[in-house]
């Protein structure tokens, strides 16, 4: 959804939504930033099933995300820039192309979300957006293309593809009936391998890419990753990420290479393909999926806030659930063993205060000038 504030308003787009305001603000940025954090408060207090808004107002482009639990959506909300519109439109585009792309993105994220890359919160982390374009630029890169340059749909497009924001050029063709197919044949898990093994050789401290020209181009800033934005060209989309998450990205994609090298195909008694790519493990007497709830994570936060000299052991245990009636034991166990532990540090503390007190009564009481 995009809020659109100013005077250069096009009256022939009527799918917009349009409104006049007052200018409160000499600064047009400020202002932008002010409305989004009401509007944030509108989304959080009076929309039904928006949850989980988080207003990022600081950002390059500020937006408010939320996600909509009615139709489990997750939202982004900006105001006057259309760029992410028109990017939401080429990254659909290129979904359109090919019948193994969406699937293919949707494990690189799975994994990603499995190997614990990705952070709902914003910070150092790869983000979603920089994943899916790397998967584009890697489907642009094999011997027989999957996917086309944007350079190729900048050059055919026609009059009425031309779309301008913010002085951005956001032209490209959006009738696929115009584009002709690839001849690339290459199965779903042959693909998803040579993403692994395509990344895990990359040259992350020299090179980047730029899915323009469909190549690697060398860095235009100092950023452990680099990622051209298809758009607005001088812009890398990864400048967030650090070198320490680089390394470990880097790590994980040679471990998940790895994993799909060694793994045995179709065994019944032990887990393959995605189940052993995602870690998943299987109960051969009962025929289902084990899952592990780690209660570690969920209590981590709380000990370390409450009590931190307190070994961290306590909260280091995992449970292997089945059903949720073991899940929520496991989960009231280790919150039985948090409270005894938070209760035996209360006591010690006052005992402690309690000593310190007597004591510093006795010292006064010896140096007191007094006589009976």
Not at 33 to 59: K, W
Not at 88 to 116: G, H, N, Q
Request: glycine fraction near 4%; include cysteine; hydrophobic fraction near 40%.
């Amino acid at each position: 959804m995009v809020m659109t504030f100013g005077e250069n308003q096009n009256k022939a787009d009527t799918s917009r939504l349009f409104f006049h305001t007052k200018r409160s603000l000499a600064n047009g940025r400020a202002q932008m930033q002010r409305y989004l954090e009401i509007f944030g408060d509108v989304v959080s207090n009076f929309f039904p099933g928006c949850c989980n808004v988080q207003r990022i107002i600081h950002a390059r482009v500020p937006i408010i995300k939320f996600q909509q639990e009615l139709v489990n959506v997750e939202c982004d909300l900006s105001m006057r820039s259309l760029s992410g519109v028109y990017m939401s439109e080429l990254l659909y585009l290129y979904s359109e192309m090919d019948v193994r792309v969406r699937p293919l993105v949707f494990t690189v994220l799975k994994w990603a979300k499995r190997s614990c890359l990705t952070n709902e919160i914003p910070g150092k982390w790869i983000t979603n957006f920089s994943l899916i374009l790397m998967v584009v630029f890697f489907l642009q890169n094999r011997p027989e293309p999957v996917l086309p340059s944007m350079g190729t749909l900048q050059t055919l497009a026609g009059p009425c593809d031309a779309r301008f924001t913010d002085d951005i050029d956001c032209t490209f063709l959006r009738d696929l009936r115009r584009f002709p197919k690839m001849q690339n044949t290459e199965t779903l898990d042959e693909l998803l391998m040579e993403f692994f093994s395509f990344y895990a050789r990359f040259n992350f401290k020299t090179r980047g890419f730029s899915l323009v020209s469909g190549k690697q181009v060398n860095k235009m800033d100092s950023s452990p990753l680099y990622i051209q934005n298809p758009l607005e060209t001088s812009l890398n989309v990864s400048k967030n990420v650090s070198s320490d998450e680089v390394a470990r990205i880097c790590d994980q994609l040679k471990t998940a290479l790895w994993t799909m090298e060694t793994m045995s195909k179709r065994n019944s008694l032990k887990p393959w393909g995605l189940l052993k790519l995602f870690n998943v493990e299987f109960d051969v007497n009962s025929g289902q999926l084990k899952k592990t709830f780690s209660v570690s994570a969920y209590f981590e936060k709380k000990l370390q806030d409450s009590h931190q000299d307190i070994s961290e052991s306590a909260c280091l245990t995992s449970v292997n659930v089945m059903t949720n009636g073991q899940r929520q034991s496991g989960m009231s166990k280790a919150k039985d063993l948090v409270e005894r532990l938070e209760l035996e540090r209360l006591i010690g503390k006052k005992l402690n205060k309690s000593q310190q007190r007597n004591s510093k009564l006795r010292r006064t009481i010896k140096r007191a000038p007094w006589t009976i």
